[in-house]
């Protein structure tokens, strides 16, 4: 009995430790803030289309804010927009880049999220689509065959002809606009700096929506120009050696406000012990306040 149970025990160890050989990716926040010293500032569950109907309609992940205020992803942007505070206690940043390592990390959706959350806060917010090759933000808000960041960066037009007010999600929209060949010059431009100084005055909060940062440089080029930088990373997928080469071409200035883990597995995160996430949003007692 004693050499079967040695067995076994060497097997369990040996299988927890292949699981988490092959597991690549980031999984509880003290990997976060080991390896890319950088903090965790919220976490958001992956949603079934169950979870997004309200009321028996179905509703766009990025407007769940507004029709469901209570709800736990709600409170998961109340904490990004917390946690952005909290990194410049005495110059709270107002203007944010949302960026990621590869596409298919949720980046446009935490951006677009991130703006509506803090519209219903009070806030007069402008989300910016800086994705100028796939400007997902745009078709979202059904912008994308108008003129916008392009055209009033090459042409000489105001702000107000082509910044425009999207009423379901309180938010000031400006979307991508005209095709280019060369966005990296655009968003490096003297005139985009201009612009984003601007729109300091004018916004209370500013949210830059970039392509991820492994394919292409544009992030790059805004991190100079904003405040912070939210880094959105998908959750037990992106190989944490990525996102660490990634992060490090723009951590230099110290400009990464933090870490978002998105499409997070609750059933799965509880397993990886009370440091992970499900272990503060998935308890009992906090699924039936944020049921609420």
């Known amino acids: 009995m004693m050499v079967a149970l040695a067995i076994g ?46 009321k028996g309609k179905a509703v766009k992940i990025p407007l769940y804010p507004a029709a469901a205020p209570l709800s736990r992803f709600n409170e998961a942007m109340r904490g990004l927009r917390s946690g952005i505070q909290m990194t410049d206690v005495d110059r709270p940043p107002k203007v944010v880049q949302v960026t990621s390592t590869i596409p298919g990390e949720g980046k446009t959706t935490i951006a677009l999220s991130l703006a509506i959350s803090a519209a219903c806060a009070g806030q007069k917010v ?72 601007r729109f300091r005055q004018l916004f209370d909060f500013v ?50 406000a933090g870490v978002v883990f998105n499409h997070v597995n609750e059933e799965l995160a509880q397993k990886y012990g009370k440091h992970a996430y499900g272990y503060y949003y998935g308890a009992r007692d906090y699924r039936k306040y944020y049921s609420g």
């Not at 980031?26 to 979870?51: A, C, D, G, H, K």
Request: hydrophobic share 40%; proline share 8%.
């Open 207 to 256: 949210v830059v929506d970039t392509p991820p940062l492994g394919p292409v440089t544009d992030p790059l080029i805004v991190a100079q120009l904003v405040d912070k930088v939210i880094y959105v990373v998908r959750w037990a997928s992106t190989p944490r050696e990525l996102i660490e080469r990634s992060i490090q071409q723009i951590a230099g200035n110290k400009k990464v």
């Open 9 to 54: 025990l060497l097997l369990g160890v040996g299988g927890a430790l292949a699981k988490e050989k092959l597991n690549t990716g980031f999984t509880t926040p003290r990997q976060i803030e080991e390896r890319l010293q950088l903090p965790l500032l919220t976490s958001v569950n992956s949603m079934s289309s169950t979870e997004t109907t309200v």
């Open 126 to 197: 402008l989300y910016i689509d800086a994705d100028l090759r796939h400007p997902s933000g745009s078709h979202f808000f059904g912008l994308h065959k108008q003129p916008g960041l392009v055209d009033l960066l090459i042409q000489n037009i105001d702000p107000p002809d082509v910044i425009k007010y999207v009423e379901s999600a309180k938010v000031w929209v400006l979307p991508a606009g005209d095709k280019t060949n060369n966005p990296t010059d655009l968003l490096g431009s003297d005139r985009m700096k201009f612009y984003i100084d």
